[in-house]
């Protein structure tokens, strides 16, 4: 991002050629369109036991399937995320928007398993350069250029799109009025509204340059490596569990609840987006350390569940720990995430921020295709159970580590004085 997109604030950079949508209103399409890019990329997911039985591939084309997306946005936001910087947001965005509803046509006339291909690719390079590019505009926005209210706004769409994706596109499936087609029909319309916000949002960047497709190599100064780790295991068992919920856990709740409804199918998906957009809302002003810990021991607890349910066949287990896991992958990610923003230095900010989503979108996909290797072998049972207790014991790791770094107190009379007749020394205060 420039320096000048961060020094202007957003009510200057309206010019006087044409009319644009004020700078709160830019600040939540912005907002949308990351939760419009999550909505978009789990509309396929209720409908991949369709494609399956239609072109029959296995569960590991499957999830293969599923990380083409996370390779395709991993590329993007290493080979485009500062092209935004050079031409602008608004071009990237209209850019990368009319590319995305492109992928959905390309579902719309899939007619064999290599188009699942295409269409997830184009639709994960279309997804990066959208998102990286609206988290930008965010910031620059935003009306004090507050990160952590920025992440705050981010994690909360991107949340919300997940869930909301999977409730509305599971609903049109199982409607089975065109359900190969509506969904995408719906995906359509809603991004060539996107895109008309788009091309009406007033461009912060003002010192713009010629395009060069320059890569952006993820950094983490030696200074802050602490906390991204600790960012990046919450992330890890957050994700990942994410990651398999979206490709091969559809099949976990018609085991439980002996049903092919596809609403019920997608109900992990459900409840895990909207719980963690819900408890971001309800615990962003929690101390981050704070958050960490309780998050991940929450998500910990979660996915124990789902792992007991899904060995005694508890539906009501399943859906319990499935809520639990929910509220503490949206707390312990959030956490973990606020621990990081707030400690990296201004001008690392960018590299970072690609080493991060780096580490987010590879814990979405390789999980996702390793589960997929091992579901063929041993089963999704016991594939949950494997992959569940490692996530456990990850998000136990990371609520120990955050809880390390709570702050300490000193006590007064632990402060150490030279001077007896120093007052703040005698008073037992600390000195700021």
Do not use: K
Request: with cysteine; charged share 10%; aromatic share 8%.
């Amino acid at each position: 991002m420039s320096e000048q997109s961060l020094l202007t604030r957003p009510s200057e950079l309206v010019g006087t050629e044409r009319r644009t949508l004020p700078y709160g209103i830019a600040y939540a399409h912005s907002a949308a369109v990351i939760g419009l890019c999550l909505f978009a990329s789990v509309v396929p997911s209720p409908l991949y036991r369709s494609y399956a039985l239609r072109w029959h591939f296995s569960p590991l084309t499957l999830t293969l399937i599923f990380a083409t997306y996370a390779f395709g946005v991993l590329a993007a936001l290493l080979l485009a995320g500062r092209v935004s910087d050079q031409v602008g947001r608004r071009p990237v965005l209209l850019a990368s928007l009319a590319t995305l509803m492109m992928s959905s046509l390309l579902y719309i006339a899939a007619d064999a398993t290599p188009w699942l291909f295409v269409a997830r690719g184009v639709q994960g390079i279309a997804t990066g350069a959208a998102i990286s590019t609206a988290s930008a505009a965010l910031l620059d926005l935003h009306a004090r250029r507050d990160p952590v209210s920025v992440g705050l706004t981010n994690g909360v769409a991107s949340a919300t799109g997940l869930g909301v994706g999977s409730l509305v596109s599971s609903a049109l499936v199982q409607a089975d009025v065109a359900p190969r087609v509506l969904p995408y029909v719906v995906v359509l319309v809603l991004l060539a509204i996107a895109l008309a916000g788009a091309y009406w949002m007033p461009e912060p960047v003002l010192e713009r340059s010629r395009f060069r497709l320059t890569p952006q190599r993820p950094r983490v100064p030696a200074g802050i490596r602490r906390a991204f780790l600790l960012a990046g295991l919450a992330t890890l068992s957050s994700w990942s569990i994410a990651g398999l919920f979206f490709s091969i856990g559809a099949q976990l709740p018609d085991e439980l609840f002996h049903t092919t409804n596809v609403i019920l199918g997608a109900i992990a998906g459900v409840l895990l987006g909207l719980g963690g957009a819900i408890s971001q809302l309800l615990f962003h002003r929690t101390s981050p350390w704070l958050g960490a810990s309780a998050g991940s021991i929450g998500l910990a607890a979660g996915v124990v569940l789902i792992v007991v349910a899904t060995a005694a066949g508890s539906g009501a287990a399943f859906v319990l720990g499935i809520l639990l896991g929910g509220f503490g992958f949206g707390v312990a990610f959030l956490g973990g995430l606020r621990q990081l923003v707030v400690v990296i230095p201004p001008e690392h900010r960018a590299a970072v921020m690609a080493a991060f989503y780096v580490v987010a979108y590879a814990s979405l996909s390789l999980p996702a295709v390793i589960a997929g290797l091992v579901v063929t072998h041993l089963g999704l049972d016991t594939t949950f159970e494997i992959f569940g207790s490692i996530v456990a014991g990850i998000a136990l790791v990371v609520a120990a580590e955050a809880w390390r770094t709570r702050p300490v107190l000193v006590p007064a009379r632990a402060i150490p004085s030279t001077r007896t007749d120093d007052p703040i020394a005698r008073s037992g205060r600390q000195p700021r």
